[in-house]
């Protein structure tokens, strides 16, 4: 089946401090692969996303790439702001249907 | 370009009872798809209408249904609530039946459901 797993939180770190979200998944085809963000008191928005095997998805200066190898996805953002706070979700859809499978979620907090 | 709206935020329910939630999905979706956040947890998918029509399910029993309108709004309904139903439920819109490779969806803030 398809899953996805990603490190848990919370994670706490200082403003311009490096960042890595762990995400790895578990899929029966050739899934899409996503970090979608929720800030405080907003819904979920797409992060960045990635297509296909050794895509890097970037974007608020967020990047991810796809390693098909150790199926993995991992965020990464080389200094950190305090406005990066969120929760950060993986996801993945495989095939037709449009299902998403999401992590559980990972809690940043950046403190200046 | 108005987002996607649900509506109530909160409420709070008993045992037994049912309720019904409500999503208009962003202008030009013909998509909407629901999913259930538990406290500390990622969204699970429950299902997915397209055109009127459901065409994706979740591992979500009988008593969770829905419906879309003509206008690609959206309800969900849910039966002889549980408590373990309590949750963050999120609608989701988005154009098309969701080819893999476009897959952006548009979330609502969600209604937070609480069942006592």
């Known amino acids: 089946g398809n899953s996805v797993t990603q490190m848990e939180g919370p994670v706490t770190l200082s403003e311009e401090a490096f960042l890595t979200i762990n995400c790895t998944y578990t899929?029966?085809?050739?899934?899409?692969l996503f970090w979608y963000v929720q800030y405080p008191g907003e819904g979920l928005q797409l992060l960045l996303k990635?297509?296909?095997?050794?895509d890097k998805g970037s974007n608020k200066g967020f990047e991810a790439t796809y390693r098909k190898e150790t199926t993995s996805f991992h965020l990464e953002k080389g200094s950190v702001q305090v406005s990066d706070s969120a929760v950060y979700f993986c996801?993945?859809?495989?095939?037709?249907?449009?299902?998403?499978?999401f992590g559980t979620g990972t809690s940043l907090t950046v403190i200046p | 370009e108005t987002g996607v709206t649900q509506s109530p935020t909160h409420l709070i329910k008993t045992r037994g009872q049912q309720v019904t939630l409500r999503c208009s999905s962003q202008?030009?979706?013909?998509?909407v798809s629901w999913y259930q956040q538990a406290l500390g947890q990622g969204p699970q998918f429950i299902f997915q209408?397209?055109?009127?029509?459901?065409?994706g399910r979740g591992n979500f029993p009988p008593r969770f249904s829905g419906l879309q309108f003509p206008n690609y709004s959206s309800e969900l309904n849910v039966n002889a609530l549980e408590l373990d139903d309590s949750a963050l439920y999120l609608c989701?819109?988005?154009f098309g039946q969701g080819h893999p490779n476009t897959g952006e969806l548009f979330f609502g803030e969600g209604s937070r459901l609480t069942v006592l």
């Open positions: 990635a297509t296909k095997a050794d």
């Open positions: 209408y397209y055109r009127e029509e459901e065409n």
């Open positions: 899929a029966t085809g050739y899934p899409s």
């Open positions: 989701a819109s988005s």
């Open positions: 996801a993945l859809i495989d095939g037709p249907g449009n299902q998403f499978y």
């Open positions: 202008s030009g979706h013909n998509t």
